[in-house]
C-alpha cells in the first residue's frame, strides 16, 4: 500500500530529521572565515527540526485517520527483539501533540545572532533537538528497553536544559530536586518493567502486554503498582508533584513549552500502555486511587497557581493541576471499565485523551507567550510586569487565548474535556461501582472548585502581568518581539481554538485510540450526536452540547447589539481618557497588586496555606516613627512541609542508628566477621 | 415553530429583566416607607445610559471594548436554552446546566479582566472579591446540579425540569428541598444581592459588583448593566424551572404556553417579594463572613446529595 509506504517514511524522516537537527546544531561555525555556510548552519538546524517535527505530527494524524504504518526496526543485537519503533493507536495521539508543539518550539526559539551562534545557543539548541527526539523515541518505541532508554535521554536531557538558562542558584537546586525524583521513579519503573520482561521472555511491547494477562493477579498487580509508581512521577501527582514547580519554569520557554505540554502527558501515555494492561483491564482499586490523588491533585495545583507571584511558575501550578484532571479522568475510566461499564469508561476516556491534548496545545501556548513576555518586559515577577497589552498587542493576543483557555472557557481547547469529565462523574456516581458513589461528589465539587481557583489565577496572570499600567521602568520599554515568534504563537493559538470548536471531530479523531484501549464492545460514533455538530455522552438523551452551534448563536449575540448600539447612539462615540484616581495624580502603585488581587483566597485557604508574614518596621530611636516598612511572605509548599521533611528526617534518623554499629572498636568489628560467616554457613549448609 | 419559541423566550428574559430590578426596587421602597423609583426607571436608566458618550482609560487595551459585549453575548447564549414557558427547548442540543454554569463563569472571568484594565484601585478591589466569592460558590452549585442530574438521569434543562414536573410530588423530597436552599444561597451571592452584596451601594469599600463595572460608563456601562440584569434573570428562571416546575408547558399549545407564562410571572414576582423583603430585613455581612454562608450552601448540597442517595 503506497500511502503506508509515505507514512513510514514520515516516521523516518522525523526520527532522522531531529538526529540531524542535533547534530548540525552542535557543529562548531567556523566564524574565521566568516562563510555564508557557516552562518547557515543555525537557520538550517531550526529548519530541519521544524520540517521534522511536521512529519512527526503528520504521522500521529495519519494513524488517527486510520493509516497502520509499519514500524522501523533495527537489530541492535540485543537478546528480546529488535528495536522498533511505530506509531500504533493509543500513541498517535500523543505523537500529533508532541509534533505540533515541538514544531511550533522550535519556530519560537530566538533566531540566532548575524555573527553566528555562540556556544550556549549552540548547545542549547542541539540539546532542544535531542530532548524531542527523545520524546517522539518515547511515544514511539515499541520495546521495552528502548522506551526505557529513551525515558531516561528524556530525563537526563530536560535536566540539562533546565540549568542550562541561567547559572542561578535556584535552576540548580531545581535541576537538583528534579532529578532525585525522577530516578527514584525512574528506578521504579524500570524495575517494574525488567521484571515483567523477564517473565515474558521478549522486550515486545505485545509480548509484555500477553505476559501481564497470564499471570495471576498476585504477581501482576505489584508490578502494576510499581509501574504506575514510577510513572506517576513523570505525570506530577501529588506528592511527587514538588519538582515539577521548580523545574518546568527554570527552563527557556520553547522547553518549559515541551516540558509542559508534551513531557507531562508522557507519564499519561505510559500509564496507559502499561497499568492499563494494555488493552486488558486495569487491577482493582487502581482507578479509585487514581481518581482520588487527580482530585487532590487538581485542587493543589490551583490553589498553588492563586498564590504564586512568578509567572512561569503559577503556569507550572497549572500543569499541576491538569495533570491532575487528567489522573482523575483517566481513573474513572479505569474503574469504570472494570466495572463492566464500557460505554461510560468510553466517555472518561475520551474527556482524558482530548484533555491531553487540548492541555498540551493551551499550555504550550501560554509558555511561550509568558516566556516571550517576561523576557521583554525584563522580569518573572509579576508585580514588576503590567502594560504589555497595550505595548506588545499581537503577543498579548496569543497570552489571552491560552489564559482563556486555560480557565476553562467554553470554545477553547480546555472546555469539552472538562465537561466530559462531569458527565462521567454523574453518570458514574448513579451506575458505578460502589466506591465511586462515595468518590464522586467530592471529584466533582473539587472539580469545580479546581476549575474557579484555576480561572482566578490565569485572571492574575494576564490581568496583572499584561493589563493596567506598567509596573515598572523596564515593563513600560518592552522590547519588541520578533514577528516571526509573534506569527507563531498566533497559529499555535488558532489551533487551541479550532480544537475546542471542532470538538467534535476530535473526538471523532480519537475512535482509534479508544477502540484499542476498550476493546470492539465501545463504539465511538456514540460520543457524537445531531448529525456530528453535538457532543453526547451515549445514551443521547443525556444531555449534549454543541461548540459549533454556541459559536454560532454569540456571533449573532455579538453582532445584534453591537450593531443596535451603532445604530441609536451614533453620536455617543467612545472617547479615551486618563484614569480617573480621586483627582490625585494616578501613579502604577495604586492598582491592586498580584498579592494584594488574590489576598482574600489566601485569607480563606489560609488554614491551608500556612502563609509565613513578617512585616518589620525599621525605626531610628522611637518605635512610633517609623523610617521604612520591610514586608516578606511566603507560602512553604505544603507536601514539602507533610510529606518530604518527615521523609528526610527518618532517613537521617535511620542513618543515625546505623552510624551505632560503627563504633570504631577493632574487636567489633572482627566480631561482625565473624557473625557474618557464621551466618553464611548456617545459610549455605 | 421550535425556532420561533426559542426567539420568545430569550426575548422575554431580555426584555423583563430590568423590569424585575424595577419591581425589587419598588417593593423596598414601599417596606421602607419611601415612595420610590417607578417600575419602569431602569428602562429609562438603561436608555439614558445608551445614548451617552463612553469613557475608556488610556491604559486600557482592545480587551475593555469588547468586554461588555462578549458579556452580554455569553449570558444571552446561555439564556438561549433556558426553559422559560415550556420544558422542551430547539436549542437543548447546544447546551446543559454545565454549560450555562460555564458561560456565566466565562463572562465573569472576561468582566474580571477588563475591571483591572484602567489601572486604577477600585477595580482590582471589585476583580478580587468577585474571584474569591465566585469561586467558593461553584463548588455549592456544581453540587446542587450534580443532585438535579442524579435524580433526572440528565444535566439537560429541560429534561430535568419535565422530570421534576411529572414525578408526583418530586418536588417534596429532602433532596429536592435541600438543593434548593442550597441554590437559593448560590444565586443570592451570584447576582450580588444582599447578605452577599449590595445591588445598591456607592460605598468603595464595601462594594463588589458594582466595583467590577466602576471603569465603566455610557453604552458600555448600559450593555454591562443589563447583562447583569438577564444573568439574574436567567439565574431565578433556572430556580422557578428546575425546582418549582409547576404550571410550566410539557408541550406546546397556546392554553398550556399562557398558563406556563402566568406561572413564571407568578413565581418571579414571588421571588421578588422575598429578595425586597430579606434585603429590607438583614444586613450586609463582612466579606470575610461570606465564606461561611457559600460553606453553607456547600453543606446543604452534599446534605441534598446524601439523602439522594439514602432515600431512594
Redo the contacts between chains.
Sequence with gaps: MPLAVIDGALLAAAVWGLGLAALLAALPSPRARGGSLAALLPSAARGTAIVASLALAAVGALRLAGLETPPLTWDAGLPGGRFALGVDALAAPFVLLLGVVAAISFAARPAAAPGGASRGERAGMALHAAFALALAAVFTARHALLFLLAWEGMTLLSAALVASDTRSARARSACFVYLAISHVGAALLGFGLLSLAARAGSFDFADLAAALARLPAAEASPLVWLISAGLVVKLGLVPVHVWLPLAHPEAPGPISALLSGAMVKAGLYGLLRFAWQMPGLPIAGWGMTLVALGTITALIGALYAVVEPDAKRLLAHSTVKHAGLLALALGLAGALARNGQTALAGVALAACLYHAVGHGLSKALAFLSVAEATHAGGSRDLERL??L??RL?RL?AGA?VAV?SL????LLSC?AGE?LM??A??RG??EGPPPL?LLA?FA??????A???A??A??KL???G????PRTPAAAAARPVAPGIENALLLLGGLVAAWGLLATWAMTALGAPLGAMLGPAFDPTALV??GG??LAPPPA??????PL??AL??AV??AV??AW?RA??G???????????CGIR?D?R???SAL??????R??FGRLLQVEREVEVLSQGSPYFGRALRFRSGIPPLAERMFYQPLVQAVLWASDQARRLQAGNLHLYLGYLLATLVALLVWAR | MTALLVLLQTALLVALAPLFNGVVGALKARLQMRRGAPVWQRYADLARL??????????????A?AVP??T???I??AA?WTPVLLARSG?????????TV??L??A??LQ??A???????F???G???H??????A??????AV?TL??GA????LS?ISRAVATAPLGWLSPSHLLALAAIWLVVVSETGRVPVDNPVTHLELTMIHEALVL?YS???LA?LEWAGAVRQMVLLTLVASLFLPWGIALEPGSVALWRGLAAWLGKLLAFAVVIAVSESVTAKMR??RV?EFLGMA?LLS?LA?ASA?LLR
Excluded: C, N
Design positions: 503590567g502594560g497589552a497595550r498587542p498579548s489571552l482563556l480557565s476553562g472557557l467554553p472546555f465537561w462531569f458527565q462523574l454523574i456516581y448513579s458513589r461528589p466533582g465539587a473539587g472539580l469545580a472548585l476549575t474557579a481557583l480561572a482566578a490565569m485572571v494576564y490581568g496583572i499584561f493589563l493596567g499600567r450526536t445531531a455538530l453535538a438523551t443525556s444531555a449534549s452540547i454543541s452551534a454556541i448563536l454569540l449575540f455579538l447589539p453591537f448600539a441609536s447612539g453620536r455617543a462615540e467612545v472617547r479615551r481618557a486618563p484614569s480617573w484616581a494616578l502604577p495604586m492598582q491592586y494584594g488581587l488574590t489576598k482574600p483566597l485569607l480563606i | 445608551m445614548g451617552k458618550e463612553s469613557v475608556i482609560s488610556e491604559d486600557a487595551s482592545w480587551l471594548r459585549y462578549l452580554l453575548a455569553a444571552l447564549v438561549s436549542m437543548s442540543f447546544a447546551g446543559d446546566l454545565v454549560m460555564a458561560l463563569a466565562a465573569r472571568v474580571a479582566l475591571a483591572l484594565e484602567a489601572g486604577t484601585t477595580g482590582g478591589m476583580a478580587s472579591r474571584l474569591a466569592l465566585s469561586g467558593l461553584e463548588p455549592a452549585l456544581m453540587l450534580f442530574a442524579i438521569h440528565s444535566t439537560d429534561t471603569e455610557g453604552r458600555h450593555l466579606l470575610f465564606p456547600f452534599l446529595l442517595s
